[in-house]
T-cell receptor, first 110, second 113 residues
Framework: GENVEQHPSTLSVQEGDSAVIKCTYS??????FPWYKQELGKRPQLIID?????GEKKDQRIAVTLNKTAKHFSLHITETQPEDSAVYFC?????????FGTGTRLQVFP | NAGVTQTPKFQVLKTGQSMTLQCAQD?????MSWYRQDPGMGLRLIHY???????DQGEVPNGYNVSRSTTEDFPLRLLSAAPSQTSVYFC????????????FGEGSRLTVL
């Protein structure tokens, strides 16, 4: 089955800097890779996703890249703001299962 | 439109007790799932369902049962609670299993003493 690994587990950046979170997956048949943001005490919410037929997708300050050959995908946040502070989860879909990484706690300092 | 509703929000159990976490969605979603969230472990899939009458195991199914008699409801049963089942449980649903946004409930915090 699918296994998703996520790094780093914690990330601290200065406001305005960029943040990058990386994930690798094991199942070459996986074809859908979403990213979820979870603020403290809240439920996870989808922020961006990418399908295996696309190499990059952008939405304002966030972007996701996918390298199918290497089986890894990354989340890029530019011009970080304090409200970006949260836990971010990557995930990969294998058959009908959405498998999550272990999460990255991002802290953005003013 | 309430989305995904979980009850209870908090529960304390003693080892060996049984309980059911309720999950209901009003979005006519075919796909429903249960995850548990533990510090440093991310979100781990317990069980999932691709439609009424169909359920399957996720990554960590032991100690949990599910059923899906209607499209709207997907209860999670703990038959004999153990301290290792202390966790935050999230129910989530999506239109289908095929790469669509998962909508999460608010979570249920369970403590097993």
């Amino acid at each position: 089955g699918e296994n998703v690994e996520q790094h780093p587990s914690t990330l601290s950046v200065q406001e305005g800097d960029s943040a990058v979170i990386k994930c690798t997956y094991s199942d070459s048949a996986s074809n859908y890779f979403p990213w979820y943001k979870q603020e403290l005490g809240k439920r996870p919410q989808l922020i961006i996703d990418i399908r295996s037929n696309v190499g990059e997708k952008k939405d304002q300050r966030i972007a996701v890249t996918l390298n199918k050959t290497a089986k890894h995908f990354s989340l890029h946040i530019t011009e970080t703001q304090p409200e970006d502070s949260a836990v971010y989860f990557c995930a990969g879909r294998s058959t009908d299962k959405l498998i999550f990484g272990t999460g990255t706690r991002l802290q953005v300092f003013p | 439109n309430a989305g995904v509703t979980q009850t209870p929000k908090f529960q304390v159990l003693k080892t060996g007790q049984s309980m059911t976490l309720q999950c209901a969605q009003d979005m006519n979603h075919e796909y429903m799932s249960w995850y548990r969230q533990d510090p440093g472990m991310g979100l781990r899939l317990i069980h999932y369902s691709v439609g009424a009458g169909i359920t399957d195991q996720g990554e960590v199914p032991n100690g949990y049962n599910v059923s899906r008699s209607t499209t709207e409801d997907f209860p999670l049963r703990l038959l004999s609670a153990a301290p290792s089942q202390t966790s935050v449980y999230f129910c989530a649903s999506s239109y289908s299993a095929g790469g669509r946004e998962l909508f999460f409930g608010e979570g249920s915090r369970l403590t097993v003493l």
